[in-house]
């Protein structure tokens, strides 16, 4: 199993959701985890309860960024911080909408990626694990967060034929609907609310069950791409709309 080739992994966006069921399926797996986020008291819990060492970081502090993450030594790169905002209608949305989710979306991730390789490279040894979405590979309609993570999906397909000989994998994870906070925080509670509960939608852990695939399949596999959706959610699609003129 590569799984006993890894010793360390760093998890972006602990804090909740997929990055926190994440950090405890991957110390359960017996590495040494460092979980990353800006909510202190959210990361101190995670640490009492998986072991894992927290880390309070807001990954758009681009400076805070690469002094925080390139001296760590990191085996297994989990790239999953993001948040969706302005996804009801891009006409209508907040212009600033567009910045956090560019930055956190895209420029931290790539930041991340770039401050944590140069030491796998070294050492020829690693694993990138960034969270797409279903969003990156089929329009759902929003141009904001479809946009950054059709970014992940060809910034980890480049990444792959980058790394070509180094032995650094790349997997990219695409799930459908996670019951995680990204609703809440891209529309409001009550959205939220609305959102979950009208079918059997995926929870973190299952998506954590697939990187952990991915990471313990054996050293000649790389899993590329997995996209993970309910049974009960289909994607894709096609729109006919008469428009009054
Ligand atoms: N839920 C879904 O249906 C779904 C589907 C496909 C893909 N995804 C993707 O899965 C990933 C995880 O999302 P989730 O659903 O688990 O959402 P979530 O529950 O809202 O978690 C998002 C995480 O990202 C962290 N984060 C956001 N901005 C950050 C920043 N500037 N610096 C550091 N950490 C930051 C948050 O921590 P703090 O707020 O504490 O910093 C939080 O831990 C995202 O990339 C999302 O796009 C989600």
Redesign the pocket.
């Known amino acids: 199993m590569a799984m006993d080739d890894y010793g360390t992994a760093l998890v972006?966006?602990?804090?909740?959701?997929?990055?926190?069921a994440t950090v405890r399926a991957l110390c359960k797996a017996g590495l040494a985890v460092t979980a990353?986020?800006?909510?202190a008291e959210?990361l101190e819990e995670l640490a009492e309860e998986t072991g894992a060492t927290p880390m309070v970081?807001?990954?758009?502090d681009t400076d805070a960024l690469y002094a925080a993450l390139g001296p760590l030594e990191v085996d297994v790169l989990v790239a999953?911080?993001?948040?969706?905002r302005g996804m009801a209608s891009f006409v209508d949305a907040d212009p600033g909408d567009i910045d956090l989710t560019i930055d956190?979306?895209v420029t931290?991730f790539l930041h991340t990626l770039r401050a944590v390789l140069p030491g796998m490279r070294e050492r020829n040894r690693g694993h990138v694990v960034a969270?797409?979405?279903?969003?990156g590979l089929y329009p759902l309609q929003s141009p904001i967060?479809g946009g950054s993570?059709g970014a992940v999906r060809l910034a980890s397909q480049n990444l792959r034929l980058d790394l070509a000989g180094t032995g650094i994998r790349v997997t990219e994870i695409?799930?459908?609907?996670?019951?995680?906070?990204?609703?809440?925080?891209a529309a409001g509670e009550e959205a939220a609310r609305r959102t979950y509960g009208s079918f059997d939608e995926?929870q973190?852990e299952d998506v954590a069950e697939a990187i952990l695939y991915a990471v313990g399949a054996p050293w000649r596999v790389n899993v590329s791409t997995i996209e993970i959706v309910p049974t009960e959610q289909a994607f894709g699609g096609i729109k006919f709309t008469a428009v009054e003129r």
């Open positions: 972006t966006g602990a804090s909740a959701g997929i990055g926190q990353v986020a800006r909510r959210r970081l807001d990954l758009c999953n911080a993001g948040l969706g956190t979306n931290a969270i797409g979405s279903v969003a967060y993570k695409c799930p459908g609907r996670v019951v995680t906070e990204f609703v809440a925080g995926l973190p």
